[in-house]
Nanobody, 122 residues
């Protein structure tokens, strides 16, 4: 089993910053891709940012230039999302995602965190 534990989100004023983290633990051989998704009320879950095991990144158009995704240099089982210049439309539940090769079977599964609320409002 694999568990993803996200840091707390919070309430931030427009223009402010917030950093989320997500730590993976369990029977992990390799984490291929990690990412952040978000779901606003009444909307579908959407990809915000993704990072591969080779540190290639991809961002939703709406967050490019404002958000930065990174992985821990030491164990690569922790992913961060630095969010700057936050806007009210960034409000939502943010979910961590990991594409994992399990130990010892090399089976590949996708896991999700429990979600953390980010609210951008004055």
């Amino acid at each position: 089993q694999v568990h993803l534990v996200e840091s707390e989100g919070g309430l931030v004023q427009p223009g402010g910053s917030l950093r989320l983290s997500c730590a993976a633990s369990g029977s992990i051989r390799v984490i291929k891709n990690m990412g952040w998704y978000r779901q606003a009320p009444g909307k579908r879950r959407e990809m915000v940012a993704q990072i591969t095991d080779e540190l290639a990144t991809d961002y939703a158009h709406s967050v490019k230039g404002r958000f930065t995704i990174s992985r821990d240099n030491n164990d690569e089982k922790t992913v961060y999302l630095q969010m700057n210049s936050l806007r009210p439309e960034d409000t939502g539940i943010y979910y961590c995602n990991a594409d994992v090769l399990l130990s010892p079977t090399w089976s590949r599964y996708e896991y999700w965190g429990q979600g953390t609320q980010v609210t951008v409002s004055s």
